[in-house]
């Protein structure tokens, strides 16, 4: 069965690790300069870079149609330059998910696809998709949701090690972004880790940069560019996370159910 992810940022791309494993084809889109910040576990990087693998799945850069088919022959995952998914008007798609946590619906409607599902906020279950998965940290996290909506957006970012707000590095003007410092590395209260136009920002707490922008991708003032775990565990600045993990099986779970119910497959 071939799924469309629309967004290839570290959250689809968690969930595109699970329904890879599970057997299903993937074929992902994104902006042209993605602006994942968890780029060594966001697929969209091959747009950048050409390639990536996360954890032992191979994501490639597609130009169109053929090169798309040519990568899933292959057991790869195609992500497209192609925010508008007009990829959806030439291959067939059973099931479509929004996964571009834009905190509002950019487009999706439910009649994209037999099945469609979207993550987080923005969305209302049986209006303009199937099925919501919350993308809330909590006891919610995961959840298929076939009635009503996700948690609307707080503003304020999950709790990871006692620390919210603190976590996210920002843009702190406008103009072309430069990191200071490099996904993986250590850093401490009051170190700089980036600039915009010669103006500073710098780390809010003690920690492992998790996430940070390329080089040279424009930004605007306060614009999130990256974010410190004050877990300090530089592996999980290379593997999926445990709420992509979460989300990726409201997914899987969302498709199964739903796809039952439509008989796409017996059981």
């Not at 490099?182 to 850093?187: F, L, S, Y």
């Amino acid at each position: 069965m071939l799924v469309l992810i629309k967004g290839a940022g570290d959250l689809a791309t968690g969930t595109a690790v699970r329904l890879h494993r599970a057997g299903f084809s993937v074929v992902m889109t994104d902006l042209p300069q993605p602006t994942a910040v968890r780029r060594t576990v966001a697929f969209s990087q091959c747009l950048y870079d050409g390639c990536i693998t996360v954890e032992g799945i191979t994501a490639r850069q597609a130009a169109d149609k053929a090169q798309a088919e040519t990568i899933l022959a292959a057991g790869d995952i195609p992500v497209l330059a192609d925010p508008q998914a007009h990829i959806l008007n030439e291959l067939s798609f059973p099931v479509v998910v929004d996964a571009i946590l834009a905190k509002k619906n950019l487009g999706t409607t439910i009649h994209d696809a037999p099945i469609v599902l979207a993550l987080g906020p923005g969305f209302t279950a049986g209006v303009d998709c199937h099925g919501v998965v919350e993308t809330k940290r909590g006891h919610q996290l995961g959840r298929l949701i076939t009635e009503g909506a996700a948690i609307p957006n707080t503003g304020v970012p999950g709790d990871v090690g006692g620390y919210t707000t603190e976590r996210i590095i920002r843009a702190p003007a406008d103009g072309p972004f430069e990191p200071v410092a490099r996904i993986g590395q250590q850093v401490t209260l009051g170190d700089v880790v980036a600039k915009v136009n010669g103006v500073a920002v710098t780390a809010q707490l003690t920690g492992i940069v998790r996430g940070m922008l390329p080089q040279g991708i424009p930004v605007h003032a306060g614009m999130k560019a990256g974010d410190i775990d004050p877990r300090c565990e530089v592996e999980h600045c290379f593997t999926v996370s445990d709420k992509a993990r979460a989300i990726g099986g409201g997914v899987l779970e969302g498709i199964l159910y739903f796809g039952r119910s439509l008989r796409l497959w017996n059981g």
